[in-house]
C-alpha cells in the first residue's frame, strides 16, 4: 500500500509545518538467509516501506498499528537514530539524511524521544541528576550550579522533586521512571519529540497522569509530538491525527473524530472492535482477523491487507457473500503455500468418519467454510478440492484463482490527498491508481 504519489513532495511549503517524512524507506538486511548470502542473495526485511506525514507545529500525530508494523522504527528514522534507505526527512525546512554526524548532534537539542520502557531506558548506575543532566553536559547546555538548577527545575516541572536528584532509578516506580525520561527529553528545549508507547508498559491509572503531562508540557512550551501507540482508545484523548499503520504503511489517516467514525478502513475497524467497554454486560462485536501478519521480509502484492481483509473485494459483477469469498481466497491461498495438503482433506474426511471421495469433498467444504458455497460456487470449490485430493495442488490453486482473483490482489491502493484519506480500494482512490486497476482487466 503506497502512501501517496509516486513523486517526491520535497520540502515543505506550509509555514505550520515542523516535520515532514517524504516518502522514507528504511529496509533492514535479513539475518536469516545466511546461505542466500553466501550466494551474494541479499533478502531485505521492508520495515518501513514509503511513508508520508506532516506533522505542523504544536501538533500531536499519533501512529497506531499491531507490533511489529513499523511504527517504532517509522519514529527513529524520523530522528535518524536509525539511518534511512531511502526518503527524505524534514524538519523546519532541512532535510535531515543530508546532514553529517557532527550536523545532526546540533539538531539533537531540536528533536527529541520518550522511550516506551521506563525500566530499560535508564541507566541503573546512574543517578537521576547524571540522567537528566546528560545531555546538558554533552551539549554544553549547562554545567556546576547551573547545571543542579536546571535539572531541579525540569524534575519540578514532570512533578518529580529536587531531592530526588541524587536518587537511583530502581528507587521509583513505573509512573516516576516516565517522568524521569521525559525530563531527561525536554532537558535540551526541544520543539519536537518522538513518544515511543510512553505508557504502554504502565498501569492504566498512572497512564491518564502521564496522558496529561504530555498535554500540559506541550501547552506550555508550544512542543509538536509523535505519538506511537498501539492502543487507538489512548491516542484518541490525546492526538489530533491519527495515522493508521499496517506492514510498513499508513492505510489510514484522520482525526479521531473522523477515524472514530464510520465508514473506516477494514484495518482500523478491526482495531477499532478490539477496544473494549467499562461494562460487564458489554458483548462487543469483535473482528477477528484471520491469519498472521504477513512477514516484511516477502509483503503480499497489491493491497497488503488482502491476505487478512474481511471485506476483500470480489471480481466485479460476482454475487456472492462477503464470508465465503473470503474462505475460498483463504483456501486458494493455503493450497499456494501449501498449508492445505491432500493429506489434510483426506484427515479431514477421516475426522468426519467419511471415506468416499463425494463425502470426502464435503466434510472438507464443512471443515474450511463458514457457510458452504452453493451453486456455481461450489462446483467450482468441489472441482478444486478433488485436485487437491489428487495432490495437483498447483492445479487445485489455479481453478479458483480463474474465476476468484481480487482487485485488491493486484493494484497497490494509495492514500489520496483529501481529508481521512485511506488506502482502499473500496474508496476513491487517485486517477493512476484507477488507470492501473482498469489496466489489470478488474
Not at 23 to 34: G, I, N, Q
Not at 257 to 278: D, K, R, V
Not at 389 to 403: S, V
Request: hydrophobic share 35%; proline share 6%; with cysteine.
Amino acid at each position: 500500500m503506497s502512501t501517496g504519489a509516486s513523486e517526491e513532495r520535497g520540502a515543505p511549503t506550509d509555514d505550520d509545518v515542523l516535520v515532514r517524512a517524504d516518502d522514507l524507506v528504511k529496509y533492514y538486511p535479513s539475518e536469516e538467509d545466511f546461505l542466500d548470502q553466501l550466494l551474494g542473495e541479499q533478502h531485505w526485511v521492508k520495515a518501513v516501506d514509503g511513508v508520508n506525514l506532516d506533522i505542523r507545529e504544536g501538533e500531536t500525530v499519533g501512529l497506531v498499528g499491531e507490533s511489529g508494523c513499523g511504527k517504532s522504527t517509522f519514529g527513529r528514522s524520523v530522528l535518524q537514530l536509525e539511518d534511512v534507505t531511502d526518503g527524505s526527512v524534514w524538519y523546519d525546512g532541512k532535510d535531515l539524511t543530508e546532514l553529517s554526524t557532527s550536523e545532526m548532534r546540533e539538531y539533537r537539542t531540536e528533536v527529541q524521544m520518550i522511550f516506551q520502557n521506563p525500566f530499560a531506558s535508564l541507566n541503573p548506575k546512574l543517578t537521576i541528576s547524571d540522567i537528566v543532566g546528560e545531555a546538558l553536559d554533552i551539549h554544553g547546555l549547562a554545567s556546576g550550579r547551573e547545571r543542579e538548577e536546571r535539572v531541579e527545575e525540569l524534575l519540578d516541572i514532570v512533578g518529580l522533586q529536587a531531592s530526588h536528584a541524587s536518587r537511583y532509578p530502581h528507587e521509583f516506580s513505573g509512573g516516576q521512571r516516565q517522568r524521569i525520561g521525559i525530563a531527561r527529553a525536554l532537558a535540551v528545549d526541544p520543539d519536537f519529540i518522538v513518544c515511543d508507547e510512553p505508557v504502554s508498559a504502565l498501569d492504566v491509572s498512572v497512564q491518564a497522569q502521564i496522558l496529561n503531562l504530555l498535554e500540559d508540557l506541550q501547552e506550555e512550551f508550544g512542543l509538536s509530538y509523535l505519538f506511537i501507540a498501539h492502543d487507538l482508545s489512548v491516542v484518541e484523548h490525546i492526538c489530533d491525527r491519527i495515522a493508521v499503520m499496517y506492514l510498513g504503511n499508513i492505510v489510514e489517516m484522520g482525526t479521531p473524530e473522523e477515524l472514530f467514525a464510520e465508514p473506516q478502513h477494514p484495518y482500523t475497524e478491526a482495531l477499532l472492535s478490539a477496544i473494549p467497554e467499562p461494562d460487564p454486560l458489554w458483548e462487543g462485536d469483535r473482528i477477528i482477523l484471520r491469519g498472521n501478519v504477513p512477514s516484511p521480509l516477502n509483503p503480499p502484492s497489491g493491497c497488503k491487507f488482502h491476505t487478512r481483509c474481511p471485506h476483500i473485494i470480489p471480481p466485479e459483477g460476482m454475487e456472492i457473500d462477503q464470508t465465503t469469498y473470503r474462505d475460498i481466497v483463504d483456501l486458494r491461498m493455503a493450497l499456494e503455500d501449501g498449508s492445505f495438503t491432500a493429506e489434510q482433506a483426506r484427515e479431514h474426511a477421516e475426522a468426519g468418519g467419511t471415506f468416499d471421495r463425494e463425502g470426502l469433498v464435503e466434510e472438507v467444504l464443512e471443515q474450511r467454510f463458514v457457510e458452504k458455497p452453493t451453486g456455481a460456487h461450489r462446483d467450482r470449490v468441489a472441482a478444486a478440492v478433488e485436485q487437491a485430493i489428487d495432490d495437483d495442488l498447483e492445479g487445485a490453486a489455479a481453478t479458483l484463482l480463474e474465476d476468484y482473483e481480487s482487485v485488491c490482489e493486484n493494484v497497490d491502493p494509495q492514500l489520496p490527498e483529501r481529508e481521512n484519506p485511506k488506502a482502499c480500494h473500496r474508496y476513491d482512490q487517485p486517477s493512476e491508481v484507477e488507470q492501473a486497476v482498469s489496466d489489470a482487466g478488474f
